[in-house]
């Protein structure tokens, strides 16, 4: 499964990178509007600092526009993933770049049909946005079994499902268990999957035996 981080943020982009457990990054026009920094800019900074696929999103809603700022946005790095929106243009803009070569990341996903269209249009990556579905009280993991299982049936589809709106870590285990390809995690969602009570209370007492031994590894 592959980590990429759902933010603009350098500074928590850099932090989380530092593991070496980021595979990509993924941001939207309110992500980057938080940061108050120019948009090419920032996701030039970005590209150089995690080699995996970096979402940027077009402005446009016309086909034709999207396909313009799509071509500018993916002449930034080679590891830019265009992001267009699940709407009848955004396919059409999709399914264009893509024959392109351009990596596309089609997002704003809510229903399966939604994400068959997206593989249909060429897409490199399908984001449903799992927490918003869940803050209407609607299965937003169903949306990811259901997206899966139906890719499953095709092997012409090549699309990976980069699962998105994640709100907690078991937002992440959950589709793992399902088999999604990707998973784009806010970093306060990723800074908790680190810690777990029982790892640390474990270790304090591991350390604390191994003190009273007074011997060093080194
Ligand atoms: O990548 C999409 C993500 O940023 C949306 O998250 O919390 O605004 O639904 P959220």
Redesign the pocket.
């Known amino acids: 499964m592959k980590f990429f981080v759902?933010t603009a943020d350098i500074d928590e982009i850099r932090d989380l990178a530092d593991t070496g457990l980021v595979d990509g990054v993924?941001t939207?026009p309110?992500?980057v509007a938080k940061t108050g920094r120019d948009f090419i800019e920032v996701v030039e900074e970005i590209c150089k600092v995690v080699d995996g696929p970096v979402s940027a999103e077009v402005a446009a809603t016309d086909c034709d526009t999207m396909i313009e700022e799509g071509r500018k946005l993916s002449k930034i790095a080679d590891n830019i993933a265009v992001k267009v929106p699940l709407t009848r243009d955004g396919l059409k803009a999709c399914r264009t770049l893509s024959q392109g070569g351009t990596m596309v990341n089609v997002?704003l996903c809510f229903s399966p049909n939604q994400a068959i269209l997206a593989a249909k249009a060429g897409a490199k990556f399908v984001?449903p946005?799992i927490?918003?579905l869940d803050d209407i009280a609607t299965d937003g993991m169903g949306l990811i079994e259901d997206i899966v299982d139906i890719y499953a049936n095709y092997p012409d589809f090549t699309t990976e499902v980069l699962v998105?709106?994640v709100?907690h870590p078991m937002h992440v285990v959950e589709a793992a268990k399902m088999g999604a390809h990707v998973a784009?995690i806010?970093p306060a969602v990723m800074t908790a999957m680190f810690n777990h009570p029982l790892t640390d209370k474990g270790l304090a007492a591991f350390l604390a035996d191994w003190e009273k031994t007074g011997q060093s590894i080194l």
Do not use: E, I, Y
């Open positions: 759902d993924t939207n309110s992500l997002t984001s946005f927490g918003r998105a709106s709100r784009t806010p």
